[in-house]
């Protein structure tokens, strides 16, 4: 069977079943999306979010790609965020990466495969930022595995330190950010404890829209 044809095939299963189990469900689907999470992950075929997260078609708006990086010269995924955050009006924002990320490993690698290695080098910059905790994790898969906890959180910090971001906490809208990762071993998210809800918890010199005399009232 062609791959044209068995991905046509699950396709038409696919919505047999889903109009079987609810009749409604394209007729509200065509009607618009009203996703309050955006999801930044790895464009990894293993790791595809509305699957593992448990949620269905229009409930999550989502930008992937290696390495979930967040680069504010990137226009893909800053229109992404922008929409998401002034259009959808979304609430939360997760950025997760997953384990055993080959765009991490690449990232430690000292070979040459094209473009990604351009892509990736945000991922050296962090691995440099913290090597001196990574080089005392002696098992390298382990340290692979740190390096993707903290380039989710750098992502997660790159996510906030946007204007996109600070314009909605300046106009006091609810809204998070997330740093989570998935473990294709077990297919099980965890959260790295690693969130933002407001401008404060961004350093000073990232800040739009916030007062010296609001600082000085905030750390008081």
Not at 27 to 48: F, H, N
Not at 123 to 147: C, F, G, S, T, W
Not at 171 to 186: K, Q, T
């Amino acid at each position: 069977m062609s791959f044209r044809k068995k991905l046509m095939e699950n396709n038409r299963r696919w919505a047999k079943e889903m109009k079987d189990e609810d009749p409604e469900f394209f007729t509200r689907l065509a009607k618009g999306q009203k996703p309050e999470i955006l999801w930044i992950g790895c464009s990894d075929a293993r790791v595809s979010a509305p699957d593992f997260v448990g949620l269905q078609p229009g409930e999550l708006f989502v930008h992937r790609n290696i390495a979930n990086v967040v680069y504010h010269t990137d226009l893909n995924c800053q229109s992404v965020l922008e929409y998401a955050v002034e259009a959808l009006k979304v609430r939360y924002i997760v950025v997760c990466g997953h384990y055993n990320c080959g765009g991490i490993r690449h990232a430690l690698e000292n070979t040459e495969f094209g473009i990604i290695d351009n892509w990736l080098k945000e991922v050296k910059d962090v691995y440099q930022a913290h090597r001196d905790e990574l080089r005392l994790i002696e098992n390298m898969p382990a340290r692979l595995n740190r390096l993707a906890e903290l380039n989710v959180r750098h992502q997660a910090l790159n996510v906030c330190r946007t204007s996109i971001v600070q314009k909605a906490w300046a106009s006091g809208r609810e809204l998070s950010v997330h740093a989570w990762i998935y473990d294709v071993n077990d297919g099980l998210v965890h959260d790295l404890k690693y969130s933002f809800r407001d401008p404060y918890s961004v350093e000073p010199v990232y800040r739009y829209h916030v007062t010296e005399q609001h600082d000085l009232e905030h750390t008081q």
